[in-house]
Every structure is written in structure tokens, then in C-alpha cells.
């Protein structure tokens, strides 16, 4: 489980050095092959290689003519590659997600459970200014929480 944020950077070579908060447990859970991608162009999203395996296997037994499995294998496929995690601890954004992305310089990393995302430090910290949560987002959030179905 990946939680909590730390900043680091992606060098002009577009290799970002993976913070030894996410590091440790990255190498010592899952190995040191990772799958970067994105679904939307702005943030990289870093999946253990296992992990991302499972859930395209999942997107892949859905039928071939479901619109949502091509458009999903499209996007993710345009700005995914395959990594590995180098001996200092670095992997490369590829060069698409990161010109799109701006990921350059600073970042912030980020769990997300059971991957990481990746996003320019100066637009995060804009849309993290403006993006609290209001009192009925977190009463809908705590009615989804409390839901056992």
C-alpha cells in the first residue's frame, strides 16, 4: 500500500528519482519493473509491473468491441512504457507523458494505494488550492465509507 507525498525531480534526461519513502517498499513488495502511464496526459501514474499486469488482463477479457476497453488500452498505450527501477533508484517518464505532463524538475509523488502518481509541483500545488473538500463532499464520502453493501 502506497500512502503520503514527497517531492522530488525528473531530470533533463526524463528520469525521475523514485523517493525512498516509495523505493523500499516498490522494490522489496513487487521487484523493479514498474509500468508508467497516464489516463488523462497531466500526471504519470507508476504501477508495480505485477499490478498494472492484473488489472490490463482484466480490461483485456472484456469484450474486443467494448468501447471503453479500446479507449482505455488506447490512452493508456499512448503514454505508457515499461521501467526499470535503475541501481540509483531512478526510472524514465516517457518522453510523450512527459512533455504533455510538464514533468520536469519538481514533482510530487504520491500513493495511490497500489500505485503512485506523479504530477508537476508547481500545477498541484494550484489544484490542491483549490480543491478542498466541502462539508456535503465529505458527508457523501463518509455515506460511501460506512455503505457495506
Excluded at 469484450?63 to 499512448?78: D, G, Y
Excluded at 466541502?134 to 460506512?146: K, Q, R
Aim: proline share 3%; glycine share 6%.
Amino acid at each position: 500500500m502506497f500512502r503520503g507525498s514527497a517531492v522530488a525531480k525528473v531530470d533533463d534526461k526524463g528520469r525521475l528519482k523514485i523517493p525512498v519513502l516509495f523505493k523500499k517498499k516498490l522494490i522489496s513488495s513487487f521487484g523493479d519493473e514498474v509500468f508508467v502511464t497516464s489516463l488523462d496526459g497531466q500526471t504519470a501514474l507508476i504501477y508495480p509491473l505485477r499490478s498494472w499486469e492484473v488489472l490490463e488482463n482484466k480490461v483485456i477479457k472484456l469484450s474486443f468491441t467494448h468501447p471503453l476497453r479500446e479507449k482505455f488500452l488506447e490512452i493508456v498505450n499512448f503514454f505508457g512504457q515499461e521501467s526499470v527501477i535503475d541501481k540509483q533508484g531512478r526510472i524514465l517518464i516517457p518522453p510523450i507523458l512527459r512533455r504533455r505532463a510538464s514533468l520536469i524538475g519538481d514533482v510530487v509523488v504520491s500513493g495511490r494505494g497500489d500505485h503512485l502518481k506523479v504530477c508537476n509541483m508547481a500545477i498541484f500545488e494550484k489544484k490542491i488550492d483549490s480543491v478542498a473538500l466541502t462539508y456535503n463532499e465529505l458527508m457523501e464520502l463518509s455515506e460511501a465509507l460506512s455503505y457495506d453493501g
